[in-house]
């Protein structure tokens, strides 16, 4: 008598099961699963997808009790093999903790990398064209043209150094040489990024830092890229440059950089991402007129949820049949 295959265990929210749950089981086709929910208590699953709903308005500091519950659960399942992540990024200590376990994990690199591009070079127009201090001056009801507070640097003839050459870098900077502006490139080689892009690896990006009357940081977090952007290295740029974060925090000093805004060094940030997240009341970087500090909400549109359950779908058929998966981390 041979002996019916264990089904295959799948973790998912509620939410996602209502989402995909028939793709699901069109995908999987014959071989026998049960889906299951974080509600369920189950002690125990191969597989788990986690959705944008499971982590919610948690941050990798501040992880609210819906999420940990879910983390949780992938801590103390023995069986579990593989993790689809909703984000690019798999910096938060839960990840870290199961892919030492050896548990697969893939995450969604690239399904929102056109809309982190277009917030951060939503940023770069913002602050070029100066729409924080006229902005200001609305709400002050104030008339204050800018031929009267200073004419702008035209972006024509500018330097962008991007920091990080995957999906988001390259758009930015397809945009960025259309508006004129020379684009300089730091990646994970010096293999240049294309024909006549100036490319450096991370470790010598101090050779290009004093050339940037903008740094764009598109960069992942690694043991490479933690702290790229020291004291030091913010003292090469330009006086008058501009930052634009939509990378980590940790990627660059924070203190360093509000000291060098405040000291006029830097005209401006774009920041949607910072050394510790919520950002807290106290820090000054909220009312500092030359940056905008937004919520790590670059990468969000009503769109992003579809394309990562495309990728899950993808990858679980992928795996069903043998075939490297897509966005592996390693």
């Known amino acids: 008598m041979s002996i019916a295959a264990a089904p295959l265990r799948i973790l998912l929210s509620d939410a996602a099961r209502a989402a995909i749950g028939p793709r699901l089981t069109e995908r999987l086709g014959k071989a026998a699963h049960v889906l299951l929910s974080p509600a369920q208590e189950q002690a125990d699953f191969d597989i788990a997808f986690v959705s944008r709903d499971v982590t919610g308005l948690s941050t990798k500091h501040a992880v609210l009790p819906a999420t940990q519950h879910f983390y949780d659960l992938l801590t103390h399942a023995p069986s579990l093999a593989w993790v689809q992540m909703h984000s690019a990024g798999a910096d938060r200590p839960v990840y870290t903790n199961l892919l030492a376990r050896g548990v697969t994990i893939t995450s969604s690199a690239g399904s929102n990398a056109g809309v982190v591009a277009q917030s951060a070079l939503a940023g770069v127009l913002a602050l070029a064209r100066r729409l924080p201090q006229i902005m200001a001056s609305q709400r002050a009801h104030l008339w204050e043209p800018l031929i009267k507070t200073g004419l702008p640097r ?18 930015l900077g397809a945009v960025l ?29 101090h050779s290009v830092l004093p050339q940037a009357d903008w740094l764009l940081l598109a960069c992942p977090l690694t043991d490479r890229t933690r702290g790229l952007i020291s004291a030091s290295a913010l003292t090469l740029l330009p006086t008058g440059a501009h930052v634009v974060n939509v990378a980590r925090g940790e990627v660059i000093d924070e203190t360093a950089l509000i000291e060098s805004l405040q000291n006029g060094r830097l005209a401006g940030a774009y920041l949607d991402v910072f050394a510790h997240e919520p950002l807290s009341a106290q820090s000054p970087l909220w009312d500092m007129p030359n940056v905008i500090a937004s919520p790590h909400s670059a990468g969000f549109s009503d769109a992003n949820a579809a394309k990562v359950e495309e990728v899950f779908l993808d990858n679980l058929g992928r795996r069903l049949q043998g075939q490297t998966m897509r966005n592996l981390v390693i």
Not at 154 to 171: E, S
Request: glycine fraction near 20%.
């Open 177 to 205: 040489r259309v508006l004129g502006l020379r684009v300089v490139v730091v990646r994970s080689s010096a293999t240049p990024a294309g024909e006549g892009i100036e490319t450096v690896a991370y470790e010598t990006i």
């Open 154 to 171: 035209d972006l024509g003839g500018q330097t962008a150094v991007i920091v990080g050459w995957g999906g988001i870098g390259q758009q």
